[in-house]
């Protein structure tokens, strides 16, 4: 049999696809099987589905979506909350919210909770702890964990450093 392909991979599978036909008995269903298919997505030029960009939320979505957590952001917001409003299902809508801001909802509230603590650190008449309960964190050490994590400083930090740029 002589098979007349250029492509030295389908060239490769084809003369393994020919040998496996030949063999008797076969060495596994399933490595017959296996080099048909990687010959079909050769020719067919099949890619694996991580090159595809999932589609992102509208501007109305995003802006509807982004507004709410900046409003909301110092309480609880459920993902079921986020995606009603943007009316899709929760897993469509954070894989869109993603592909939209690169960051999934729930980091992106964190930023606006930190953005709206910066602002409270500024006055110099409220304590962390006081911050951290307004902000909704569980105590200081989380609000001091987040804030660092978003921030690269800690909050006293923070403040020490955002008052001394005023002065």
């Not at 076969?26 to 048909?36: E, I, N, R, S």
């Not at 469509?92 to 953005?115: D, E, L, N």
Request: glycine content about 6%.
């Amino acid at each position: 049999m002589r098979l007349q392909i250029d492509d030295t991979k389908m060239a490769w599978l084809a003369a393994s696809i020919a040998e496996e036909c030949a063999n008797h008995p076969a060495l596994h269903d399933l490595y017959g099987a296996g080099l048909v298919d990687a010959l079909l997505a050769l020719l067919f030029d099949v890619r694996r589905d991580a090159e595809r960009r999932r589609p992102g939320l509208s501007r109305q979505q995003l802006a509807l979506v982004t507004d709410f957590i900046e409003a909301n952001c110092f309480g609880t917001i459920r993902l079921g909350e986020l995606a009603e409003l943007a009316r899709l299902s929760e897993t469509y809508f954070s894989h869109a919210f993603k592909a939209s801001t690169g960051q999934p909802p729930h980091r992106w509230q964190m930023q606006a909770r930190i953005r709206k603590v910066q602002a409270l650190l500024l006055k110099d008449d409220v304590n962390l702890s006081e911050i951290a309960t307004t902000a909704g964190f569980a105590d200081q050490a989380h609000f001091t964990r987040a804030f660092k994590g978003i921030v690269g400083l800690t909050p006293a930090e923070w403040r020490r450093g955002a008052h001394r740029a005023q002065k």
